[in-house]
């Protein structure tokens, strides 16, 4: 099967400048979760979406951070505007979560630079 | 919320010997306890998980043990081979409205020198 797709590979950004990721799940997987993992640190869950709902977004820095899940399908991640500390690999994941089911499949990241 | 803590922050092993990284988490509702490897510049993937049913997993060389009294869990790599050498990071989820909400340890660079 497909995996989690993601888009950009790479950006470089200026501070107070405002960038976008895309990221497409497993085909069928309901629950969507965009991660930040700064160098040297586990990733961070920033929201989870279940189908187009937010299920958690308790650690998502809601004054420049937003996301949306049009459709329970695709999502985009937009941070505007970025600060340098943004600086980091900006992971998708997607799960079935059906029953206890729910390993989480990870995309290839977005790394951000903002300088 | 979840806290989880992982220790060693970094392993080195020579080739054959074994490697125990060890976590504990904070949450008595947490229930699956997934293991990840990331390589450099890749994305993490899942190597073995252990349900909160269960005391000990194993796949090949790799185990997994749960102690739910003491909250703690632990990945156990026997064999270690050059190719074992990567980030390895814990995990912990709860059921109920945090659903798959996976809490992740602070990585754990495993070096297998041959």
């Known amino acids: 099967e497909a995996g989690v797709a993601q888009s950009p590979r790479y950006k470089i950004i200026e501070k107070r400048q405002s960038v976008a990721f895309w990221c497409n799940p497993i085909?069928?997987?309901?629950?969507l979760y965009w991660y930040q993992q700064i160098l040297g640190q586990g990733p961070k869950l920033l929201i989870q979406?279940?189908?187009?709902?937010?299920?958690?977004d308790s650690q998502l820095p809601k004054d420049r951070f937003s996301a949306e899940r049009l459709k329970g399908v695709d999502s985009t991640l937009k941070i505007q505007p970025a600060k340098l500390e943004d600086s980091a690999v900006y992971l998708c994941?997607?799960?079935?979560?059906?029953?206890?089911?729910?390993?989480?499949?990870f995309g290839p990241g977005t790394r951000l630079t903002v300088t | 919320g979840e806290n989880v803590e992982q220790h060693p922050s970094t392993l080195s092993v020579q080739e054959g010997d074994s490697a125990v990284i060890k976590c504990t988490y904070s949450?008595?509702?947490?229930?699956?306890f997934p293991w990840y490897k990331q390589e450099l510049g890749k994305r993490p993937q899942l190597i073995i998980d252990?349900?909160?049913?269960?005391g000990e997993k194993k796949d090949q060389r790799i185990a997994v043990t749960l102690n739910k009294t003491a909250k703690h869990f632990s990945l156990h790599i026997t064999e270690t081979q050059p190719e074992d050498s990567a980030v390895y990071f814990c995990?912990?989820?709860?059921?109920?409205?945090?659903?798959?909400?996976?809490?992740f340890g602070q990585g754990t660079i495993l070096t297998v020198h041959p």
């Open positions: 995990a912990a989820a709860a059921g109920g409205t945090s659903y798959g909400k996976l809490t």
């Open positions: 252990i349900r909160s049913n269960v």
């Open positions: 979406f279940q189908n187009n709902g937010v299920v958690d």
């Open positions: 949450d008595s509702a947490s229930n699956y």
């Open positions: 994941a997607s799960s079935l979560v059906q029953g206890t089911d729910y390993e989480q499949y």
């Open positions: 085909s069928g997987h309901a629950t």
